[in-house]
Nanobody, 115 residues
Framework: QVQLVESGGGLVQPGGSLRLSCAAS????????MGWYRQAPGRQRVFVSF???????NYVDYVKGRFTISRDGAKNTVYLEMNSLKPEDTAVYYC?????????WGEGTLVTVSS
């Protein structure tokens, strides 16, 4: 059993910043991919970013230069630092992880970018 618990969402003004966290617990492996998807109202869930257990990262083009993903291996936690937020970044952000070949999802945290 794996649990992913997200935190850090909220309301922020355009141009502002937020940091999302995703803490993993349970039957996790030392080799993993963890990352984030997001789902805007009325839209499909789309990929945002991932980081591997070896530190490799990837981002969707429209967040490059604004979002930074990082990890704390000791805490089994992944972070998404989001800067220069835009109204179009408003979405529910879902953490995901692959441990031992199985895909797991968190329940999501809402990010609202609005003045």
């Amino acid at each position: 059993q794996v649990q992913l618990v997200e935190s850090g969402g909220g309301l922020v003004q355009p141009g502002g910043s937020l940091r999302l966290s995703c803490a993993a617990s349970g039957s996790i492996s030392s080799a993993y991919v963890m990352g984030w998807y997001r789902q805007a109202p009325g839209r499909q869930r789309v990929f945002v970013s991932f980081i591997t257990s070896t530190g490799n990262t990837n981002y969707v083009d429209y967040v490059k230069g604004r979002f930074t993903i990082s990890r704390d291996g000791a805490k089994n936690t992944v972070y998404l630092e989001m800067n220069s937020l835009k109204p179009e970044d408003t979405a529910v952000y879902y953490c995901y992880a692959t441990f031992n070949g199985a895909l797991h999802w968190g329940e999501g945290t809402l990010v609202t970018v609005s003045s």
